[in-house]
């Protein structure tokens, strides 16, 4: 029986379309893998992408375009622009920091001298640091701060969300902007994707610039969800400033039942580097709006150690991200780790990092330095805590003490070293801190303000359980199996 010629026809043509479709993959997949070449950080990346795309290109192709990339382009150029269109701005800047810009020498230059030449930033001096621990002590405080304002308030979380707390905000910002503060507020919109557009529109009819970062602004960013900006920011008129791990939800003060109590630390600033902690929230604003909001950079508040500070700091508002060759949060870990002579002490609510900081720490331990690192025992993200494990058999070898803190959910970005260095910000010690997110830490040189650290850190670990290796080691096959599968994904944790 003679079969319709058209069948054949419509074969062939279906088997040609298909073989183009496979061909034309396969050199995009080869086009990739040079992307891969060409730009990865790491070879063992680049070896990892690029076996994963010849094995499997229709799968690993796409997933690189969305989550493999760790450049994040166009910022830099978008800030230099901002420089030139607005000279006098940074000009002014310049002139009324520069009386307050500290002379490191001694020790501190040893711990400080890097993060300078990293930031293109400088230290100051004569600042106030007040250490707020627990979301009901840290939003009354930024809560009272806003209601104070006279001129203008500057808003930065990646997460904000409109329940109790958001609601709260909310609230007191339309009664700000109802005597006339000027108020700008940016968002991280992956971060903040829960964030209902009524809430958004509420704030922009009340008059008040909110913006979404945009990460996913520019042609050669406009698919990658990789990048985030996970600062947390606030500043009144210039004058005070708040940076720390705390975002804008009902966890965050304790009010949910899954975590229980939420452990978190932030900081308020009085002092000149409230203008230097602006001017990154300016870079970030202007990236997500192009345009340069009118705020006060001529004055710098006076600070006599009274307040609510342990004495009076040298301080550096220290931003990262992935936009520069430097990885500046692996150099600013590393920095921290290696400047350690007696201790280094973090407190992390994510642990998974990669090589060059795993050593680091246990060559600090090895060396004698009390190397303790603080986690969660509740997760909030089962990927990463599940990762975790695979690393204590070699932490314990090297006498690096891992703790895990018990009562709830411990969020904290904290670093403590020696008696001198400490820092508080946004950094978890994690890959996706140090390579992909934009992060902002506040480091401080005091000895006082270590005190004070140490102090609430000592606390913290009263409410841990040390744990060791055979915490992986003697786990079930079937646990040890997804704590292994975990670990592979650690590069986008």
């Known amino acids: 029986m003679d079969l319709p010629t058209d069948l054949f026809e419509h074969d062939i043509e279906r088997f040609a379309l298909g073989t183009a479709l496979f061909i034309g993959w396969e050199i995009l ?13 790491s070879a ?11 094995a499997f290109p229709f799968v690993a192709v796409p997933l690189y375009w969305i989550l493999g990339r760790q450049q994040f382009n166009g910022y830099v150029e978008s800030f230099a622009k901002a420089q030139d269109n607005y000279e006098r701005i940074f000009k002014d800047v310049t002139e009324t920091l520069d009386p307050h810009f500290a002379r490191l020498d001694g020790e501190d230059l040893r711990y400080g001298g890097v993060l300078e030449k990293l930031s293109d930033r400088r230290w100051t001096e004569g600042n106030e640091v007040c250490l707020l621990i627990n979301g009901k002590i840290i939003f009354d405080e930024i809560f009272e701060a806003i209601g104070k304002a006279r001129e203008y308030i500057l808003v930065q979380f990646f997460i904000i969300k409109d329940d109790d707390l958001g609601e709260k905000l909310k609230s007191l910002l339309l009664e700000k902007a109802k005597e006339g503060v000027r108020i700008y507020v940016v968002y991280d919109e992956i971060g903040s994707h829960k964030l209902s557009r009524s809430y958004v ?62 452990r978190d630390t932030q900081v308020k600033l009085i002092g000149p580097s409230v203008l230097s902690l602006q001017m990154v929230f300016l870079a970030d604003y202007y990236w997500a709006a192009e345009s340069v909001p009118e705020l006060r950079w001529t004055q710098v508040p006076d600070v006599d150690g009274s307040g609510c500070g342990a004495g009076v700091s040298k301080v550096i508002t220290l931003p990262t991200g992935p936009i520069e060759q430097v990885e500046g949060g692996t150099v600013f870990f590393l ?36 190397v303790r690192v603080m986690i969660p025992q509740v997760p909030d993200k089962w990927v990463p805590w599940l990762a975790t494990f695979s690393y204590l058999p070699e932490m314990e070898a090297a006498g690096v003490r891992i703790f895990r803190y018990l009562p709830g959910f411990l969020h904290q970005k904290v670093i403590l070293v020696d008696d001198r260095m400490s820092a508080v910000g946004t950094a978890n010690l994690d890959n996706r801190s140090m390579r992909l997110n934009f992060e902002i830490s506040a480091v401080v040189l005091c000895e006082d ?22 915490d992986y080691t003697d786990r079930p096959l079937w646990f040890r199996l997804f704590v292994r599968l975990s670990r592979l994904f650690s590069p986008v944790l």
């Open 449 to 470: 303000f270590a005190k004070e650290v140490e102090s609430m850190l000592e606390v913290d670990l009263e409410n841990c359980r040390e744990v060791f290796g055979d």
């Open 201 to 262: 529109e509420e704030l922009r009819e009340a008059g008040m610039e909110v913006h979404a970062f945009h990460s996913t602004k520019g042609p050669s960013n406009r698919f990658q969800i990789n990048f985030r900006n996970h600062r947390k920011i606030v500043v009144v008129d210039g004058e005070v400033g708040f940076v720390g791990g705390a975002n804008v939800g009902d966890e965050y003060v304790g009010s949910t039942e899954r975590f229980g109590e939420w």
């Open 44 to 54: 063992t990346g680049a070896w990892g992408w690029a076996m994963a795309m010849l």
């Open 335 to 370: 920095n921290a780790i290696t400047r350690a002579q007696k201790r280094i002490w973090i407190a992390t609510p994510y642990f998974v990092t990669d090589e060059s900081v795993r050593s680091a720490l246990q060559m600090a331990a090895l060396r004698g330095v009390d």
């Open 29 to 41: 997949a080869v086009a990739t893998i040079l992307n891969v070449v060409m730009n990865a950080r």
